[in-house]
């Protein structure tokens, strides 16, 4: 299940990182800015999250993930990889896109 936050969550952490002052309304231009600040403050549970047991990055920027192609959209300039001496790591991708789109979850109805 994708992680939801509340508006009054968005609100307070608008407020914290001085993008409106209490009481004012976020545009929605910022809202992205604020959700992805709430997610890096959440703890990350590796179960979980899926792990990739193999990735493969050719030269010219190419991305395989466990033997499948990755989209053809990775700039390979952007690229972030970080590993441990074990051969494990992170790698971070940027992923251009025209238009991004944060869903929130649909009100649970009380019956």
Same mark, same amino acid.
């Given at each position: 299940? #994708? ?5 009054? $969550?968005?609100? /307070?952490?608008?407020?914290? +990182?001085?993008?409106?002052? &209490?009481?004012?309304?976020? *545009?929605?231009? $910022? %809202?992205?800015? @604020?959700?992805? /600040?709430?997610?890096?403050? %959440? ?6 999250? #899926? @792990?990739?047991?193999?990735? =493969?990055?050719? *030269?010219?920027?190419? @991305?395989?993930?466990?033997?499948? #192609?990755? *989209?053809? +959209? =990775?700039?390979?300039?952007?690229? &972030?990889?970080? +590993? $441990? ?9 940027? +992923? #251009?896109? %025209?238009?991004? $789109? ?5 009100? &649970?109805?009380?019956?």
């Amino acid at each position: 299940m #994708p992680p939801t936050f509340t508006n009054d $969550q968005i609100s /307070a952490k608008a407020t914290q +990182l001085g993008l409106i002052t &209490e009481g004012e309304e976020l *545009p929605r231009h $910022q %809202r992205s800015k @604020v959700v992805a /600040a709430l997610l890096q403050e %959440r703890p990350r549970s590796a179960a979980a999250s #899926p @792990v990739a047991a193999r990735i =493969v990055i050719q *030269p010219g920027g190419a @991305v395989e993930v466990d033997g499948r #192609p990755f *989209p053809w +959209l =990775v700039q390979s300039d952007l690229i &972030e990889v970080t +590993l $441990q001496p074990d051969g494990a790591g992170m790698v971070r991708l940027t +992923l #251009p896109a %025209r238009s991004i $789109q944060i869903r929130e979850p649909a009100p &649970e109805s009380e019956s």
